[in-house]
């Protein structure tokens, strides 16, 4: 096991656990108005969906990022996921609860669908072409969003600077997304410093570009 392949299955452990709330509040809002007898029912039946569904978009997104640039602009996208988790803290309170089994899965599939693209941009980008570690990621994800969610939302309410550490994990995805495409090999694997140099550039803007976000609102 090569130091690339273990920074990357820890990327993916890192993704996992900081997205992994806002699926946890997908879930919760979903199965609120359920009775308490179905509501675990409902969970598990609208996780394995929205996992299944998930793993084939991910082994879809891997594969596409293969193409020419793909994986420089998943990189660029992903740069603004990162800046958005940041500057849009709230999202996901909208969504609609069911009332019965049906209605509460389809909510859950749904909005993870929406919501996990994020998700599934960071781990295809992290993984690399590695179906393996996009499968070990996934796994991660699901006790995550099962057992994990109230201690993962009461983290991010007693150590915001954690939401910043996440930014900061999906910035660097961002950047070896970037640094590993291929048609800018030569940019890169040439001039580590200034590789090295655009990593914590980007990691600072993306930080940086939040707070100033964050301190606005606050003060309008």
């Keep these: 096991m090569d130091t690339e392949y273990i920074i990357s299955l820890l990327t993916i452990v890192?993704?996992?656990?900081?997205?992994?709330?806002?699926?946890?509040?997908?879930?919760?809002?979903?199965?609120?108005?359920?009775?308490?007898?179905?509501?675990?029912?409902?969970?598990?039946?609208?996780?394995?969906?929205?996992?299944?569904?998930?793993?084939?978009?991910?082994?879809?997104?891997?594969?596409?990022?293969?193409?020419?640039?793909l994986l420089a602009i998943g990189g660029a996208l992903l740069i603004f996921i990162a800046y958005s988790l940041?500057?849009?803290?709230?999202?996901?309170?909208?969504?609609?609860?069911?009332?019965?089994?049906?209605s509460a899965i389809k909510a859950i599939v749904i909005?993870?669908?929406?919501?996990?693209?994020?998700?599934?941009i960071a781990v295809a980008g992290a993984a690399h072409g590695n179906n393996i570690l996009v499968m070990i990621g996934l796994i991660i994800s699901v006790p995550i969003i099962i057992w994990g969610s109230k201690l993962i939302l009461k983290?991010?309410?007693?150590?915001?600077?954690?939401?910043?550490?996440?930014?900061?994990?999906?910035?660097?995805t961002a950047t070896r997304m970037i640094t590993h495409e291929e048609m800018l090999n030569p940019l890169f694997v040439h001039h580590p410093l200034f590789t090295i140099c655009?990593?914590?550039i980007v990691i600072i803007s993306v930080l940086a570009f939040g707070i100033i976000t964050n301190f606005k609102k606050e003060t309008t």
């Design 111 to 120: 909005a993870d669908f929406i919501m996990g693209f994020d998700n599934v």
């Design 14 to 69: 890192g993704v996992d656990i900081i997205l992994g709330g806002d699926n946890a509040i997908v879930v919760a809002l979903a199965c609120r108005n359920l009775p308490v007898h179905i509501r675990n029912k409902a969970i598990m039946l609208g996780i394995t969906l929205a996992l299944l569904i998930r793993m084939g978009l991910t082994l879809v997104a891997v594969q596409l990022l293969e193409i020419p640039f």
């Design 155 to 172: 983290a991010f309410d007693r150590f915001p600077v954690i939401i910043y550490v996440g930014a900061a994990i999906l910035a660097f």
């Design 198 to 200: 655009f990593q914590i």
């Design 86 to 102: 940041l500057a849009d803290q709230d999202a996901g309170q909208d969504i609609e609860g069911g009332t019965n089994l049906f």
